[in-house]
């Protein structure tokens, strides 16, 4: 079949893509000898064939600091093609090591590892394969949706460099944005309960942030932040954002939480398994990975005419699950009669409703079911997982996996693929009693 080429692109794999849609032949040697002097010195392109019915394709990624390098033909972008099918040409161009032009192109393709230890230990039939987003820079998965929404805020207009940029955070966005501020010229206030881990308020100082810490409410328990802590850090952040002129990003409102998993995360995970996979669990904080991973599992499925089926679940701390309880689950609310909503999983299930929570209200209809999981059961797992794993993730990674042991207990899931990801750095919470 000819070669029929539109365009070409670099993304910050290094893949040149070739796009066929039906404009006049361009053979590989042309295309080629046109880009090269378009290439870095010290990177391995491979060249990738997209063939597509659809000359138009939605383009997100790293403007500016690729577009004063490369030519009109190579755009700098990762490219989320539409109705398109692709093939690997076997042809590299190899000019020696790959280095990258800065820290945020290492954000993404995340390893996916199966724990078959711990499944096995646990008694149980089936796989859990846990995604190590604590790899990513500033090791959490918040790395991915920082950086969007700085390129999205970046490419409308809403900042431009030597701008403030002001968000609240439990610590993982917060050094996400630090690392995305930093590599593009913008200054950066952090806004975070007091009854977060140090090590991240520490973590986001060093990179460059203005970190400020907001007392909890009197009745609170350090390290168990609460809607009510969360609603005191959200009228700080306000009173910042009108006092210094900053602009607030909002990881709950911001179409980057979503289209950062959506167009990264989960087509990494449905490559990886080359979607063999039965269930997807994930703990809800601003839902921005359940919403967009739970979306393009369940639109790949159905592509998929029916062949494929992939259960998605969002996981709730037991003492905060308003989610399930909003369905009328009696169970989920006689246990929330008794307690208050403190956890100590860090990172989310504040207690907010699917009102406050748009991200996820937007994908309700993704829903297959809610799974609670208790303080203990995160903690402890979280410990077996670094301790018979290796793995070394936070309480959100712990309760993930948990929820994912819970599911393989079932009959419905007995021998079954679970996916989650682990969230978080366990070294994140050294100050806590998680590793104590």
């Known amino acids: 079949m000819q070669k029929l080429c539109a365009t070409c692109a670099v993304n910050r794999t290094r893949t040149i893509t070739c796009f066929q849609n039906g404009h006049a032949p361009v053979s590989l040697k042309r295309l080629v000898r046109s880009a090269h002097s378009s290439f870095q010195h010290g990177t391995t392109y491979q060249l990738l064939t997209i063939t597509t019915t659809n000359e138009k394709f939605a383009m997100d990624g790293n403007y500016r600091s690729y577009c004063n390098r490369v030519k009109r033909t190579i755009l700098p972008v990762q490219h989320r093609l539409l109705s398109t099918r692709s093939e690997r040409v076997n042809h590299t161009i190899n000019t020696g090591s790959t280095i990258l032009t800065n820290v945020t192109e290492a954000i993404g393709n995340t390893p996916l590892v199966d724990l078959s230890r711990l499944v096995q230990n646990s008694g149980l039939e089936g796989r859990i394969l846990a995604k190590l987003e604590y790899l990513n820079p500033g090791f959490s998965k918040k790395d991915r949706i920082a950086h969007r929404m700085v390129l999205d805020a970046l490419q409308d207009g809403s900042v431009s460099a030597g701008d403030t940029v002001v968000e609240l955070t439990s610590g993982n966005t917060g050094t996400g944005l630090a690392i995305a501020c930093a590599a593009h010229g913008l ?100 839902a921005g990975s359940f919403a967009g991973c739970a979306s393009y599992f369940k639109h790949a499925c159905s592509k998929a005419g029916g062949k494929l089926a992939v259960s998605c679940f969002v996981l709730e701390p037991a003492h905060a699950a308003v989610l399930a309880d909003a369905l009328g689950d009696a169970e989920v609310r006689d246990v929330l009669a008794k307690h208050t909503g403190e956890h100590v999983i860090q990172g989310g299930g504040y207690s907010m409703s699917m009102d406050r929570l748009h991200l996820l ?61 682990i969230c978080d750095s366990g070294l994140k919470y050294l100050s806590t009693d998680l590793y104590a």
């Not at 709950?252 to 990886?272: C, M, N, Y």
Request: negative net charge; contains cysteine; glycine residues 12%.
């Open 361 to 421: 209200r937007d994908a309700v209809q993704h829903i297959d079911g809610f799974l609670q999981i208790t303080d203990e059961e995160a903690t402890l797992t979280a410990r077996r997982l670094a301790a018979e794993e290796g793995v070394f993730g936070g309480f959100s990674g712990g309760a993930n996996v948990a929820g994912a042991l819970q599911l393989l207990k079932t009959e419905a899931f007995k021998g079954k693929t679970v996916v989650v990801l």
């Open 187 to 286: 200054k950066f206030i952090a806004v975070m309960s007091v009854g977060n881990s140090t090590e991240r308020a520490r973590m986001m100082k060093a990179l460059g942030a203005e970190v400020v810490l907001v007392p909890q409410c009197e009745d609170s328990v350090r390290g168990q932040v609460s809607g009510d802590d969360l609603a005191r850090v959200e009228a700080e952040t306000e009173r910042i954002v009108a006092q210094r002129g900053g602009h607030r990003l909002d990881q709950f409102e911001r179409p980057g939480a979503v289209s950062a998993h959506l167009d990264g995360t989960a087509p990494e995970i449905w490559k990886q398994t080359d979607g063999a996979f039965d269930a997807f669990v994930d703990f809800a904080g601003s």
